[in-house]
């Protein structure tokens, strides 16, 4: 009997204790922000989009064998000597042509292990997040800056200097 | 949802049965991730279930050995992707001790605070999720809101909020965030009142205490039979907990309490039991980040990352405690720089074989009940 | 008063009393349900700290109409074994039997829908339709899990509709009339003399009557959320337990009928307990069209008052939905057979003493 009167007690105390808690809720400002008209300001180290600086890119192929979903593809060519370049930002004197640094975002895990083995810093991860496509394909973005011609051009340059060599090696013989 | 009815089936004594199955499907707003139970009735009690999974494999041990070991480490996130860190520690544990590295100090407290606050976050989705089950929507939010501050500070470190990559063979990929102990201290000060208000809200009220209490009750005996562990099976009355009785890092530097289920709102080891060991596990938590915070050493953080990892031949199981249970990797690496093997003991995997005996002569409506109270990742569960 | 105005329009007294009984329907408790979804849908969601809907119009005041637009455009199944006329007919009966009710319930002292001498008795009993209606509904679906599921609901409302029953026989008996209009005339005055604190008698019974009052009305309120389906009886509707409800094989239209006769039953036994409880249409404080003397502001305050009391009740309806959780089903029939008609029949027995005496 004791039990009965004591469920009810128990129950009504236990419901209006909750019902204060709702209550004073309802005049706590919300937490919610309304996006996209209020966007949060992402912290420096966030994590996003890559970005790759085609001007320091050695073309060491070190951030291609870090990915662990091999989303990176890079195709060098080997300059001739004589070959200009240019320099990396600090100071190295660029060897190879970098003739295709495909990134497939699609296949990327965000893992951030292709940025700490870059010698030179040019591949790094910005906070960019509002990237999607209605087209899978266009999510491969493509680095390189050399145009087609200029990377037949930079082939047919590195066979011809093959050839000569080659042709010359077997003169001497 | 679809149902057969297997008419006519003469048990023993000759007296015609009429058993149902009813298949609570892969797509389910209750069953936390793509599972598939397929649930034998008698009437509106429960004979047997029979859980089917594999919906969500994603063959993380045949990846594990393409690839090298810091390679791994993405991988062991995505298993169960809410509570990354411990995955990370537990890999991370097994292949330095195969290296046979020594961790600077200070590297090893940030991951005891790391993990510790990846398992309030666990806790708190776990606890969240298990009131929408009940029918309270607005726990579920509370704790969400609560877990935002977690994740922020999670995001400031590393720069992700759900899969971390942060915790490396020897090292950590980053230094804590200068604001970071400010901004954990704060968050320590507002979460103390809002567990109060959880508890206020949700577990002594009487309507949920009469769904939960003396439903789904594990007895000691079957819950070590099947191996269970976590606060799974310190509701059930045992004090085990890898981080006092086999520690690990520097967990044994720490004073802090193992809450154990005591049927203080019906039978030891019931639904409740298990629900409000969670909630006491976050206060815990609490403490051992404080202190942690309080002593926390200087020093270099990338001091102990080799160049090349390549562990001599060997085999390792390293085991840490998960929110969920005992996560155990078991690491076999033939000395060059992909391992041979790495298998993985998920908790939730063991966690759910115990349905089967939990659920029968319940009611129907205590299966989500059950479900909820036992805590599955299928992330883990499917070894992704 | 405007009986007679629609009377010498129309000329026929039939035709006139229908017009006149419809009228709360269409200019009051339609424009409610609209209004109520909204205010769902904002108060949960402040409650939550969150915002709600905000987008469409000023703060997602325009919500409610978009998504009834919504509903009209849906495609309206009927799978091929289902009973069409049980299918057709069942939200019909839910949103008759709800919104009928609103004739007998007393917005103001000039106007009643109906003036009959056996209100409550009236809405009770057309409320009852609901249960008919739910059933069909499950039926007709022929689907083995909505029909468990209405068979419960119906379950759930026929134990329910008990204690509200005798917690308005003891009132009936306390003040020998069943019209709501007569109802609220006795509790005139300021809020002492409301029923809840004990109405319009000398003080001795009063202060006698004020804890069963209480009990009652406590009792007549639970019973109530649990005949409207809330939370938390909201068995028959919760999507995330394992049995679907009565209206799961339902889209477009016919769904939306069923969500607005739920609201507008909501408003229903809110007004129900604030006519028996709080008063009616009373104010608390006096009028303020008596204190400067313009006699026509009186039906309007009162008509305020009524809405105020009847949308504060409901407010604490949606209040009471959004902190607790779901109750189970045995449970529900275990609170009602052993604890609430129990209760309001010794109730029921010790008001009347106090009455005699």
């Given at each position: 009997m004791k039990e009965y009167f004591s469920n009810i007690f128990n129950a009504l105390s236990t419901v209006w204790t909750g019902m204060k808690i709702t209550f004073k809720h309802l005049f706590i400002p919300s937490v919610t922000i309304q996006y996209p008209e209020v966007r949060l300001q992402l912290p420096e180290r966030e994590r996003n989009r890559l970005y790759v600086n085609m001007d320091d890119c050695?073309?060491?192929?070190q951030c291609a064998r870090a990915c662990p979903v091999n989303c990176i593809t890079i195709e060098t060519v080997k300059s001739i000597p004589g070959d200009d370049l240019g320099k990396t930002s600090n100071g190295k004197k660029k060897a190879l042509w970098v003739t295709r640094f495909d990134i497939d975002f699609a296949k990327c895990?965000?893992?951030?292990?292709?940025?700490?083995?870059c010698p030179t810093e040019c591949i790094y991860m910005t906070d960019?997040?509002?990237?999607?496509?209605?087209?899978?394909?266009?999510?491969?973005?493509?680095?390189?800056?050399?145009t087609k011609e200029e990377k037949r051009e930079k082939l047919e340059r590195l066979d011809r200097h093959y050839n000569e060599r080659e042709a010359d090696k077997l003169g001497r013989m | 949802m679809s149902f057969e009815s297997k008419e006519n089936i003469e048990n023993k004594s000759g007296v015609r049965t009429e058993e149902m199955v009813l298949n609570m499907g892969p797509?389910?707003?209750?069953?936390?991730?793509v599972l598939r139970l397929e649930i034998t009735l008698e009437g509106e009690l429960i004979t047997k279930i029979t859980p089917h999974i594999g919906?969500?494999?994603?063959c993380f041990e045949k990846h594990a050995e393409a690839m090298t070991y810091p390679q791994v480490i993405p991988y062991t996130d995505r298993m169960d992707y809410l509570a990354s860190m411990y995955n990370e520690i537990g890999y991370v544990i097994g292949v330095e001790k195969l290296l046979k590295i020594e961790v600077p100090e200070r590297v090893e407290y940030i991951r005891v605070i790391m993990g510790e606050l990846q398992r309030i976050a666990s806790h708190l989705v776990a606890l969240g999720t298990y009131g929408v089950d009940i029918g309270a929507f607005t726990p579920f939010l509370y704790c969400f809101r609560d877990r935002e501050k977690i994740l922020h500070l999670f995001e400031i470190t590393c720069?992700?909020?759900?899969?971390?990559?942060?915790?490396?063979?020897?090292?950590?990929?980053h230094d804590l965030h200068p604001d970071f102990v400010r901004l954990t201290r704060e968050f320590i000060k507002d979460f103390k009142p809002n567990i109060k208000e959880l508890n206020n809200l949700l577990s002594y009220n009487k309507i949920f205490i009469d769904r939960t209490a003396n439903v789904g009750i594990l007895p000691v005996d079957t819950a070590i039979n099947y191996g269970v562990t976590g606060p799974n099976l310190r509701a059930s009355g045992i004090n085990w907990d890898l981080r006092k009785?086999?520690?690990?890092?520097?967990?044994?530097?720490f004073d802090y309490e193992i809450p154990v289920g005591e049927?203080?709102?019906?039978?030891?080891?019931?639904s409740w039991d298990r629900y409000y060991v969670r909630v006491c596990e976050m206060e815990e938590s609490l403490k051992i980040i404080e202190q942690a915070l309080d002593t926390l050493p200087d020093g270099d953080?990338?001091?102990?990352?080799?160049?090349r990892i390549k562990p001599p031949a060997g085999m390792i199981y390293s085991r840490v405690e998960n929110p969920r249970g005992e996560l155990g990797y078991f690491i076999i690496s033939?000395?060059?720089?992909?391992?041979?093997r790495v298998k993985v003991r998920a908790p939730s995997f063991v966690s759910l074989q115990i349905m089967d005996e939990l659920c029968r002569?319940?009611?129907?409506?205590?299966v989500i009940t059950i479900l909820g109270s036992i805590d599955i990742v299928l992330g883990e569960i499917d070894r992704e | 008063m405007i009986y007679d105005v629609i009377n010498n329009l129309t000329g026929s007294p039939v035709l006139s009393a229908v017009i006149v009984a419809m009228l709360p329907l269409f200019l009051f408790i339609l424009p409610f349900a609209l209004v109520a979804v909204y205010l769902e849908r904002k108060v949960s969601a402040h409650m939550q700290d969150r915002l709600g809907p905000?987008?469409?119009?000023?703060?997602?005041?325009l919500q409610t109409i978009a998504d009834i637009i919504k509903l009209i455009q849906k495609e309206d199944i009927i799978a091929k074994d289902n009973d069409k006329l049980l299918f057709n007919i069942a939200p019909v009966l839910v949103f008759v039997g709800s919104y009928a009710a609103?004739?007998?319930?007393?917005?103001t002292s000039i106007f009643i829908g109906a003036q009959i001498d056996l209100g409550i008795f009236l809405i009770i009993a057309v409320t009852g339709l609901v249960v008919a209606g739910i059933l069909m509904a499950g039926w007709a679906s022929n689907n083995k899990y909505s029909l468990l599921g209405a068979m419960r609901a119906v379950a759930q409302i026929i134990s329910y509709e008990i204690p509200t029953i005798l917690v308005v026989l003891s009132l009936v008996m306390m003040?020998?009339?069943?019209n709501l209009y007569t109802l609220s005339e006795m509790q005139?005055?300021?809020?002492?003399?409301?029923n809840l604190f004990g109405?319009?008698?000398d003080i001795l019974q009063k202060l006698l009557l004020i804890p069963f009052m209480l009990i009652g009305f406590i009792i007549i309120y639970i019973s109530t959320l649990a005949e409207v389906n809330?939370?938390?009886?909201?068995i028959p509707e919760?999507?995330?337990?394992l049995v679907s409800g009565f209206h799961t094989e339902y889209s477009g239209m016919k769904f939306a009928m069923f969500f607005l006769a739920e609201y507008a039953n909501m408003f229903a036994v809110s007004a129900i307990v604030a006519a028996l409880f709080?008063?009616?249409?009373?104010s608390p404080f006096g009028y303020l069209g008596n204190l400067i003397g313009a006699e026509w502001l009186v039906p309007i305050e009162q008509f305020l008052w009524f809405t105020i009391k009847g949308v504060g009740l409901v407010l604490v309806q949606m209040w009471l939905r959004w902190t607790l959780p779901r109750l189970r089903v045995d449970q529900l029939m275990t609170v009602s057979w052993k604890y609430l008609i129990p209760i309001s029949f010794v109730n029921l027995i010790i008001i009347g003493l106090i009455t005699i005496l």
């Open positions: 050695i073309g060491c192929d895990c965000y893992c951030q292990l292709c940025v700490f083995p960019v997040y509002e990237f999607s496509e209605f087209d899978r394909d266009k999510l491969i973005y493509e680095f390189s800056t050399l | 797509q389910h707003p209750s069953t936390h991730g919906y969500l494999h994603r720069g992700a909020r759900l899969l971390y990559n942060y915790i490396w063979i020897g090292g950590l990929s009785d086999d520690p690990y890092s520097v967990y044994h530097k049927g203080k709102a019906g039978t030891v080891g019931d953080i990338a001091s102990a990352i080799p160049k033939d000395g060059t720089i992909n391992p041979f002569g319940h009611l129907v409506a205590d | 905000m987008r469409v119009g000023y703060h997602g005041v609103f004739a007998a319930i007393p917005f003040t020998g009339s069943m005139t005055g300021y809020f002492w003399n409301w109405g319009n008698y809330r939370t938390p009886f909201d919760a999507e995330s337990e709080l008063g009616g249409y009373q």
